[in-house]
């Protein structure tokens, strides 16, 4: 098992700033990929960005060079750093980690940004 617990949301301006952390603990060996997503209730949940260990990084088109994924690994914590944030940015965002067979979810932090 695995347990991830997101922190940093919050209100923002647009056009400000938010880093969201995740902090992973139990049997972390497994996880091949950790990665944020965002939710808008009554609807999917989409991806933002995601890292694998290796480094790679896949993110979503609409994200691209506003959104930074990173990774501390001696902490177990992952990043998302959001730059330029715009009204529709608002969202619950979830931190998720992979290993080969289940996938794992954190509680989830809500973004707002409004003036």
């Known amino acids: 098992q695995v347990q991830l617990v997101e922190s940093g949301g919050g209100l923002v301006q647009p056009g400000g700033s938010l880093r969201l952390s995740c902090a992973a603990s139990?049997?972390?060996?497994?996880?091949?990929?950790m990665a944020w997503y965002r939710q808008t209730p009554g609807k999917q949940r989409d991806l933002v960005e995601q890292?694998?260990?290796?480094?790679?990084?896949h993110y979503a088109d609409s994200v691209k060079s506003r959104i930074t994924i990173s990774r501390d690994n001696a902490k177990s914590t992952v990043y998302l750093q959001m730059d330029s944030l715009k009204p529709e940015n608002t969202d619950v965002h979830y931190c998720?980690?992979?290993?080969?067979?289940?996938?794992?979810w954190g509680q989830g932090t809500q973004v707002t940004v409004s003036a």
């Open positions: 998720n980690a992979d290993d080969p067979q289940v996938k794992y």
């Open positions: 139990g049997n972390i060996f497994s996880i091949y990929a």
């Open positions: 890292m694998t260990n290796a480094g790679s990084t």
